[in-house]
C-alpha cells in the first residue's frame, strides 16, 4: 500500500503489514523525492507510479532502483507549468492531463514534452482542481472559477459558472470522481455537483441588445416635441439611427443595456466609433460610453454584448453620429478667407519685392566696393608672401656661406689645438662647433621649407618608387638602428616627386629616430582608398606621443623633447603638414604613450585633381 503524506514524504506499507518504508525529501540527494508534500499518487497502464507535489513538481517513482525523477518548472526550456500539481489523468495514447497551479498540462512520454493550456487558450483560470473524461471522449477540468469542457479534437473550452447551475465558481482539490453509470461529480466549497455530461447541452441565445439613454454634458437629452424645439433627438433614442451634433456639444454619452435575465454575471459590452476608434474598447459590466471633443465628420457608434455562452453576440447595434463643423471651418469661410489671405499675400508680395530690388542695389554697390578691396588686399597679401618666401630663401642661403666657414674654422682649431689648451677651452670649442652644426641643419631646413611648392604643375608620382628611393638615402639610419620598413602596394597619385619623398622620409625618419630603447624599430606604411582619396598611414611602435601634444607637433620648432634625448630641428613634421596641404589633404596623428603612433594623411587620386 503506497501512502502520500503532506510533509512526511512518500511512505509503503510492506507485505507483513506492520512495518514501513520511508521516501523523504532529502535536499543532498539528487534521487531522493523532490518535496514531502505529497498531493497524490497516480499508477499509469504501464505501472509506473506519479507522485504530485505541493512545490516539487512531479515525481516519477522507479520501483526497480527506488530513485525519482524530477520535473520542475524552468523558465528556460520546456517544462511543466508550475511546481504545485494537484492530480494526473492518463488518455488512451498513455499521454498524461497534469492539473497544476498555473494551467492544464498534457505530457508525452515518448518525445519528453509538455503542452500547456491556460486562460489565454479559454480555460476559466489557471488553478485547475482535477480532470475526468466522459464517454464521448471529452475532458472536464474543475478550477477556481468554475467547470470547463474541453474538446481535444478541436481543442476548445466551454466553461460553465454559477449562472449555469454550479455550487460555486470555486471547487476543492482531490474533490471529484465519475460513477460506473457515467455520472460526475465536483466537490466545491459550497457543496458538489452532480451531472450527466451527455445530457448538458448548450443553446446558444442572443440577448436583445438596446442603446437606452443619450447624454450631452452629462444631462439626458429630450426628444424635440415640435419642430421648434431645439433638441438633436427628434425620437426615442432606441428608434433613431443617425444624429447631428454641433461641434459645441463636445462632451455626450450613449447608454445601453443587454436584455439577458438569465445569466446577469455574463452581460459584458464592447463598443467602438469608427473611424475614431482603432479597435473594440471592452468596458466590462459598464454600460456607458463618453466621448470628448470629436472633430467634426461622419462617424458610427456600435456596440454589442455577449450570448448566454460567454462569447460576443455578432448581433452589433449600431447608430450614426454627424458632428458639425463650427462657422469657422465651413466651407464658405474657409473660401472667403483663403480670397482675403491671397489677396494679403499678393500685397505684401509686391511691396517685399519692391524693396528686395532696392536693397539688391545698395548690396550691390557695397559687394562692389568690398570685392575691389579684397583684390586689392589679396594682390597685397601674395606679394607679401613671395617677398617672405624669397628672404627666407635669400636669408636661409646667404648664411650658409659664413657659417660654413665658421664650422671651418672651428674644425681647424679642434685639429689643431685639441689637447693643447686647458679643459674649459676644448668644451668651448665642442660647444661651438655642435651650436654650428645645429645652425646648419635648421638653415638647411628653413631652405627647404621656402622651396616647398615652388614647381606649380602637378606630375605622376610612383609612391613605391620614392619609398624604395626613400630607403636607399637613410640605409645607414637602417643599419645602425636594424629598423625595418614593410609597405603595402602603394599608388600612383598626381603631385610633387621632390615633396612627396620629403614627406615620405621625414615620417620614417621620425619613427626611427623616436624609438623606444632596447627595441627594434618597425616601420609599416599602408594605404586604404576614401571616396576620392588616398588615405595613406605610417605606422611605428616608437615612444608614442601624449594625446595633449597630437596637434602641436605640427607647428614650426615645436619639439617635445630635449636635445640630449633626440635630435632636431622642430621643422620636419611642418615640412609634413604644409606639403599635404600643397597637394590638397589634411594630416593628423593617433598615438598611444608607450606603444607607438600612426601618422595618417590624405591625397587626392587622380580622377580628383584639375
Known amino acids: 500500500i503506497w501512502i502520500g503524506t503532506y510533509g512526511g514524504g ?11 518504508t520511508h521516501y523523504t525529501y532529502n535536499p543532498s540527494d539528487p534521487n531522493s523525492i523532490s518535496n514531502g508534500n505529497i498531493q497524490n499518487i497516480f499508477e499509469d497502464r504501464e505501472g509506473n507510479l506519479w507522485i504530485s507535489t505541493d512545490g516539487g513538481g512531479l515525481n516519477l517513482f522507479n520501483k526497480k532502483n527506488n530513485n525519482f525523477t524530477h520535473y520542475l518548472h524552468d523558465d528556460t526550456k520546456n517544462s511543466i507549468s508550475s511546481d504545485n500539481v494537484y492530480s494526473l489523468f492518463e488518455e488512451k495514447t498513455g499521454k498524461l492531463w497534469i492539473c497544476s497551479r498555473n494551467g492544464l498540462n498534457l505530457y508525452d512520454k ?22 475526468l473524461e466522459d464517454d464521448k471522449g471529452r475532458y472536464w477540468i474543475s478550477t477556481n472559477k468554475g467547470i470547463s469542457r ?14 449555469d447551475g454550479l455550487q460555486s465558481d470555486e471547487f476543492k482539490e482531490k474533490a471529484f470522481c465519475k460513477s460506473r453509470t457515467g455520472i460526475m461529480y465536483f466537490g466545491g466549497i459550497n457543496g458538489f455537483n452532480q451531472f450527466n455530461p451527455d445530457s448538458i447541452s448548450t443553446i446558444a441565445f442572443d440577448p436583445p441588445l438596446v442603446i437606452t439613454n443619450f447624454q450631452i454634458f452629462n444631462k439626458k437629452v429630450p426628444i424635440a416635441t415640435n419642430e421648434n424645439q431645439q433638441s438633436p433627438l427628434k425620437k426615442s433614442i432606441t428608434e433613431t439611427s443617425t444624429i447631428t451634433l454641433p461641434s459645441s456639444s463636445s462632451v455626450f454619452s450613449f447608454e445601453f443595456a443587454s436584455l439577458n ?6 452581460k459584458k459590452y464592447a463598443y467602438i466609433l469608427e473611424p475614431f476608434d482603432k479597435e473594440w474598447n471592452e468596458s466590462g459590466k459598464e454600460r456607458m460610453a463618453t466621448y470628448t471633443h470629436l472633430d467634426p465628420g461622419e462617424y458610427t457608434f456600435k456596440v454589442r454584448g455577449l450570448n448566454n455562452q460567454g462569447k460576443w453576440s455578432p448581433n452589433i447595434v449600431s447608430i450614426k453620429l454627424i458632428i458639425t463643423p463650427p462657422f469657422y471651418l465651413t466651407w464658405w469661410f474657409k473660401m472667403l478667407a483663403l480670397l482675403l489671405f491671397s489677396g494679403l499675400i499678393i500685397a505684401v508680395y509686391i511691396n517685399r519685392t519692391r524693396r528686395i530690388k532696392n ?36 636669408a636661409s642661403h646667404d648664411l650658409q656661406e659664413p657659417l660654413r666657414t665658421t664650422i671651418g674654422f672651428v674644425d681647424l682649431l679642434q685639429q689643431q689645438y685639441k689637447g693643447k689648451l686647458d679643459d674649459k677651452a676644448d668644451k668651448y670649442l665642442a660647444f661651438i662647433s655642435d651650436a654650428s652644426n645645429r645652425m646648419r641643419a635648421l638653415i638647411k631646413d628653413l631652405l627647404d621649407f621656402s622651396r616647398i611648392g615652388t614647381k606649380k604643375e602637378f606630375e605622376k608620382v610612383n609612391c613605391n618608387e620614392i619609398v624604395s628611393s626613400v630607403k636607399e638615402d637613410i640605409m645607414a639610419a637602417l643599419k645602425e638602428t636594424g629598423a625595418s620598413i614593410q609597405s603595402d602596394t602603394l599608388p600612383v597619385i598626381y603631385g610633387h616627386g621632390t615633396e612627396v619623398k620629403i614627406l615620405f622620409q621625414n615620417l620614417i625618419l621620425n619613427a626611427i629616430k623616436f624609438r623606444k630603447k632596447n627595441t627594434v624599430p618597425q616601420v609599416i606604411i599602408s594605404v586604404t582608398k576614401a571616396n576620392h582619396y588616398w588615405q595613406f598611414a605610417v605606422k611605428d611602435n616608437g615612444i608614442g606621443i601624449e594625446k595633449q601634444y597630437c596637434e602641436r607637433i605640427f607647428d614650426i620648432f615645436q ?19 604644409k606639403i599635404v596641404e600643397l597637394h590638397y589633404g589634411k594630416i593628423w596623428v593617433e598615438s598611444v604613450p608607450g606603444e607607438g603612433s600612426t601618422f595618417y594623411f590624405t591625397i587626392p587620386d587622380s580622377r580628383s585633381v584639375s
Open 150 to 163: 474541453f474538446n481535444p479534437y478541436s481543442k476548445t473550452f466551454t466553461n460553465y459558472k454559477v449562472s
Open 359 to 394: 536693397q539688391q542695389k545698395i548690396l550691390q554697390q557695397q559687394v562692389d566696393e568690398k570685392t575691389i578691396q579684397l583684390v586689392l588686399a589679396n594682390n597685397n597679401l601674395t606679394m607679401k608672401n613671395k617677398e617672405l618666401e624669397q628672404f627666407a630663401y635669400v
Open 110 to 131: 515518448k518525445t519528453n514534452r509538455f503542452t500547456v493550456f491556460t486562460v489565454n487558450d479559454g480555460l476559466p483560470a489557471n488553478l485547475t482542481m482535477g480532470m
Open 261 to 266: 435575465y438569465a445569466s446577469p454575471d455574463k
Open 559 to 577: 619639439r617635445l623633447h630635449n636635445r640630449s634625448e633626440y635630435e632636431g630641428s622642430g621643422i620636419g613634421l611642418s615640412h609634413c603638414k
Open 10 to 20: 512518500l511512505e509503503l506499507m510492506n507485505a507483513d503489514g506492520k512495518t514501513f
